[in-house]
């Protein structure tokens, strides 16, 4: 039997220890800490500013002459990211890039590793797909892929920040957010970890690298996980978050993703016809040739 105390995962050493500071942090910073990225829904956050472009280039003013100041090597993109994942409360995003300026997984590369675990159709972005009447980029995970007797975590962490990092690359992505579909077909007893599906859930709600996960979507779930996971995963998540997840059987996709979504949705998954195979290779050949003609 799972018991609720037995959830945990292990935050890779240089991001577990930002929870501990995050209450002298904010002790010593004019703006709190977003409880969204670090799941402490009991913090009380200060008001978000008024979003305006002015507001949000002189937060990005300061967020730049911070890093000059510190010598820290954030891209301007980058430093965009965090504030705009903060609202652009320059405590917050200060905060956060102190605390990530040794983060790894923020610069996670298409490696021939990368490639192998993405083959597998684990995750990876929906290219054109989008929610319904919102201009939100859609990610699609198949847990069932995963076996954690042969899949090691680092790969999962690695995969998951290399596809959110992917979908945070200008400023409307990051402004917009992201959703999830996350199709849990074939997912059986041999898949689950509890440290690995923990952090694939804490890695949603922003913990490791900054992606604003505005819709989490499990379809078609097996009656096991509802009866015995589901609620432990519920309660795993910030009250914020929570309200973002959703478990629905997939024929109310259409309630969610763009009109004619069936066309750019894995056939893996029913309502989808694109071959799952196809996407995969077709983003995995995107991203390896973006990689050699990188500057």
């Known amino acids: 039997m799972i018991k609720q105390n037995d959830w945990s995962f ?10 501990g500071s995050i209450e002298t942090a904010e002790r010593t910073e004019s703006t ?9 829904s009991s913090e009380m956050l200060s008001p978000v500013p008024e979003r305006s472009t002015s507001n949000e280039m002189e937060c990005l003013r300061l967020l730049k002459a911070y890093c000059k100041s ?3 090597s954030f891209s301007d993109t980058t430093i965009h990211r965090f504030a ?13 890039l102190r605390q990530n300026q040794d983060n790894h997984y923020l610069n996670i590369g298409m490696s021939q590793a990368r490639k ?12 054109n797909m989008k929610l319904k009447d919102q201009e939100v980029g859609v990610l699609y995970v198949r847990p069932s892929t995963y076996v954690p007797l042969f899949s090691g975590r680092t790969d999962l962490v690695e995969s998951v920040s ?23 077909k074939g997912f059986e007893k041999d898949n689950f970890d509890r440290e690995c599906w923990g952090g694939l859930i804490h890695m949603l709600e922003g913990k490791v690298v900054p992606t ?29 978050f929570s309200k973002q997840v959703h478990m629905i059987e997939s024929d109310r996709l259409s309630e969610f993703l763009m009109e004619g979504f069936e066309a750019l949705l894995p056939d893996e998954i029913s309502q989808g016809w694109k071959s799952t195979d196809e996407i995969v290779e077709d983003y995995i050949d995107l991203k390896m040739y973006q990689e050699a003609h990188s500057s």
């Open 10 to 19: 292990s935050i890779p050493q240089g991001i577990r220890k930002r929870r």
């Open 116 to 127: 192998k675990q993405l083959q597998t159709g684990f995750i990876f972005p929906l290219l």
């Open 84 to 96: 705009s994942f903060h609202d652009f409360r320059v405590g917050a995003a200060k905060h956060a």
């Open 32 to 40: 709190s800490i977003d409880s969204s990225l670090w799941g402490d």
């Open 212 to 240: 604003r996960v505005t819709l989490v979507l499990f379809v078609d779930a097996p009656a096991w996980f509802n009866a015995k996971i589901w609620k432990l995963t519920k309660s795993m998540l910030s009250d914020s």
């Open 70 to 72: 510190k010598n820290y």
């Open 162 to 184: 290399f596809v959110l990092n992917d979908m945070s690359q200008t400023k409307e992505q990051c402004t917009n957010g992201v959703a999830a579909v996350i199709n849990m």
